[in-house]
């Protein structure tokens, strides 16, 4: 199959991304960070982190406000294959879930004064009306991405324009990305390997658990699916090519977070995919993600460093739907409270270490 993108993706309007180099604030903030009361560096990552937060928001006294969970759900065709450890109609379960505050997200979204919206982006079987709930529905679910493209070009560029739409509709200035989908680690598979180079088998794990022999009929699947894909290299034609609608969705989404300079908080392996993507289109948008953990899925840690990030937990997670993001949370604020409050040598009246 050759990749024509037809006009919907040759016009797409994608948002500018600036680049966020400031050297005066770096330094303002390096300065300010190395001035409170505590050795040089005896803070870690916790230091790095509160500089990345403060380039990012473009401030030395940086502060996150109405931070928002965005989970996307939708099927994937691909699932059919074999390629999960779960039915398809799990989706679509675990979405009533998030509404109904049972899932891990929610819970964790609770403990931390999170918003939670879910955006319904084309799971097989619809859903009735409910709060915190969004549709932008295209379609029950991608094609199968063994047997032609996931997405039409159509499907993606709207998949895209709904992501930025849904972002300019919530408030402040921090997104916690999420998502779920049978089936969506291996559509963050098959992009990682194309968008990258990397080899297949080495970016596919067991998802949401497979057995040995499922993951080894994973790979034998998701190998056939890059073949049969092999003209689609560029990052929308790969979109368009393994799926799936809750990824472009997400690619939108943070796109247009990048753009208002919001602070992008990356779940595990698939929301990493769509900062993969984004990054293809825009590449300042990495400048301002925060790689909240290091998921046990395999393809996760040559993504991450594809983006340059560092995580900043390891415990081991592999479940997605933004739980890590929300985790993470904590740190971000405790990084901005370093900044704003904590005191500095003159202030406290504090000395300095012996010169």
């Known amino acids: ?8 993706l040759q016009d797409l309007d994608l948002p500018p991304v600036a680049d966020l180099h400031d050297a005066a604030l770096a330094d303002r ?10 050795p040089l560096g005896a803070l870690g990552r916790l230091e790095a982190l509160a500089l990345r937060l403060g380039l990012i928001l473009g401030s030395a006294t940086p502060t996150l406000i109405q931070p928002q969970v965005l989970v996307c759900a939708a099927d994937h065709g691909l699932a059919q294959q074999g390629v999960s ?11 009533h879930n998030f509404l109904a505050g049972g899932a ?14 879910v955006v319904d982006c084309g799971v097989r079987q619809p859903f009735e009306a409910a709060p915190g709930l969004l549709s932008r529905r295209l379609g029950a679910g991608t094609a199968d991405a063994s047997q032609g493209p996931a ?7 709207q998949a895209i324009a709904n992501g930025r739409e849904v972002m300019r509709g919530l408030p402040g200035n921090a997104l916690l990305l999420g998502e779920m989908g049978i089936g969506n680690s291996s559509a963050a598979a098959l992009l990682l390997a194309r968008l990258t180079g990397a080899d297949i088998d080495a970016c596919t794990g067991p998802g949401t658990g497979l057995d040995a022999a499922g993951l080894v009929r994973k ?13 689609a290299h560029e990052p929308l034609a790969a979109l368009c090519a393994f799926g799936g609608f809750e990824i472009a969705t997400l690619v939108g989404a943070v796109l247009q977070a990048a753009e208002e300079r919001r602070v992008i908080v990356v779940d595990g392996f698939i929301a990493s995919a769509a900062v993969l993507v984004a990054q293809g289109l825009r590449p300042q948008v990495v400048q301002r993600c925060v790689a909240a953990h290091g998921s046990a899925e395999p393809g996760h840690a040559p993504l991450l460093q594809a983006l340059g990030l560092q995580p900043l937990l390891d415990l081991g997670l592999r479940l997605g739907e933004g739980s890590g993001a929300a985790l993470a949370w904590p740190l971000l604020e405790s990084a901005c ?9 003159e202030s406290a009246g504090v000395s300095r270490q012996s010169e």
């Open 219 to 231: 790979r034998a699947v998701l190998r056939q699916v890059l073949a049969r894909h092999a003209d």
């Open 29 to 38: 903030l390096q300065a300010a960070i190395d001035n409170k009361t505590k």
């Open 337 to 345: 409270r370093i900044l704003g409050e904590m005191a500095s040598f």
């Open 151 to 157: 997405m039409t070009p159509q499907q993606c560029a």
């Open 104 to 117: 891990a997200v929610s819970v964790l979204a609770r403990q931390h004064g999170l918003a939670l919206t």
């Open 85 to 95: 450890a779960y039915p398809a109609n799990v989706t679509w379960q675990m979405v």
């Open 1 to 8: 199959m050759t990749f024509s993108p037809d006009s919907s």
